[in-house]
């Protein structure tokens, strides 16, 4: 038996021995990297008592933070890039025959509500938010662009204020600006909406302390967020993003994919917005979905 009495130099192979029994052969890969890795990086910066307890303090009170409504171990996990990391590990942008398919990005922290099942072509926008009226159309296909019927499409955002239902439930209503959409027989889907606002993440918590004491923003630009599966399809969390919107080129959570951006165009036309049930002017963006075939893993 590999003996566990601790020597510094050794520290990290000492520790990832202990998990060599480990039945799960993927546990074992990961906790073994993550031994080797996290060791390495105290050794760097030869971490301190004191910082390593300030760390402590730091992922307790980020846990403290969490709610049925917030998730702040996810902002953390956005603001330092991990999560969109693995989203662009998972969701390959080119599918196996070489086909485009849409990029995947963030969930973010407010896919805490579920949304609500909604009719092709409902409004979004319940509690009569103040805002631009936006119609948002698409379509949802697979690698080779063949429509997929039957499609779910959970889509979320924030108001013209910046603001998600779930930081004002008073004023707005959980399930306000949320919807989930069935594709029709073409593939097709189309919402009713307000043009988002770019936004603040939470900053009352420590994630918003680590930015501010790093000298970093804590500002999103605009976007609207999409989640779309199918039998068959792989799932991909994305975003529609409005072209023009500040913070682009530094979105806080490092979000932004070049392929994202739309031109939300502006419609004035009397006949087209009655047609669609909006006021006009009203701005319209069309966003096509490409999933991959899912792999079994």
């Given at each position: 038996m590999t003996t566990l009495?601790?020597?510094?130099?050794?520290?990290?192979?000492?520790?990832?021995?202990?998990?060599?029994?480990?039945?799960?052969?993927?546990?074992?890969?990961?906790?073994?990297?993550l031994v080797t890795h996290l060791h390495a990086f105290v050794k760097d910066v030869r971490l301190t008592p004191g910082e390593?307890?300030?760390?402590?303090?730091?992922?307790?009170?980020?846990?403290?933070?969490?709610?049925?409504?917030?998730?702040?171990?996810?902002?953390?996990?956005?603001?330092?890039?991990?999560?969109?990391?693995?989203?662009?590990?998972?969701?390959?942008?080119?599918?196996?025959?070489?086909?485009?398919?849409?990029?995947a990005?963030?969930?973010?922290?407010?896919?805490?509500?579920?949304?609500?099942?909604?009719?092709?072509?409902?409004?979004?926008n319940v509690a009569g938010e103040p805002g631009e009226p936006c119609v948002v159309t698409g379509r949802v296909v697979d690698a080779s662009g063949v429509p997929v019927p039957g499609a779910?499409?959970?889509?979320?955002?924030?108001?013209?204020?910046?603001?998600?239902?779930?930081?004002?439930?008073?004023?707005m209503g959980l399930g306000d600006l949320r919807g989930l959409f069935t594709t029709d027989a073409d593939g097709s889907y189309w919402f009713r909406t307000i043009v988002?606002?770019?936004?603040?993440?939470?900053?009352?918590?420590p994630v918003g302390r680590m930015l501010r004491q790093t000298g970093r923003h804590e500002w999103r630009p605009a976007h609207i967020h999409v989640e779309v599966s199918a039998p068959g399809l792989r799932r991909?969390?994305?975003?529609?993003?409005?072209?023009?919107?500040?913070?682009?080129?530094?979105?806080?959570?490092?979000?932004?994919?070049?392929?994202?951006?739309?031109?939300?165009v502006e419609v004035d036309d009397e006949a087209e917005a009655a047609a669609y049930g909006?006021?006009?002017?009203?701005?319209?963006?069309?966003f096509v979905v490409a999933l991959d075939a899912e792999t079994t893993p």
């Open positions: 009495l601790f020597d510094e130099d050794r520290s990290a192979e000492i520790v990832a021995a202990s998990f060599a029994g480990t039945p799960d052969p993927r546990l074992r890969e990961v906790m073994t990297s390593w307890e300030a760390g402590i303090r730091f992922l307790t009170e980020t846990g403290q933070m969490c709610d049925e409504t917030r998730q702040e171990f996810i902002l953390l996990s956005d603001t330092l890039g991990v999560s969109m990391l693995v989203e662009s590990l998972a969701n390959s942008a080119v599918s196996t025959q070489g086909d485009r398919l849409t990029e990005t963030v969930e973010g922290p407010f896919h805490v509500v579920a949304s609500p099942s909604r009719e092709l072509g409902a409004d979004l779910k499409v959970d889509v979320w955002q924030a108001n013209a204020a910046g603001f998600y239902d779930v930081q004002q439930p008073d004023e988002p606002a770019h936004y603040p993440i939470p900053a009352d918590g991909v969390t994305t975003h529609v993003f409005v072209a023009g919107s500040p913070y682009l080129e530094s979105d806080t959570v490092f979000g932004v994919k070049e392929s994202l951006i739309r031109d939300f909006v006021a006009n002017p009203f701005r319209t963006v069309e």
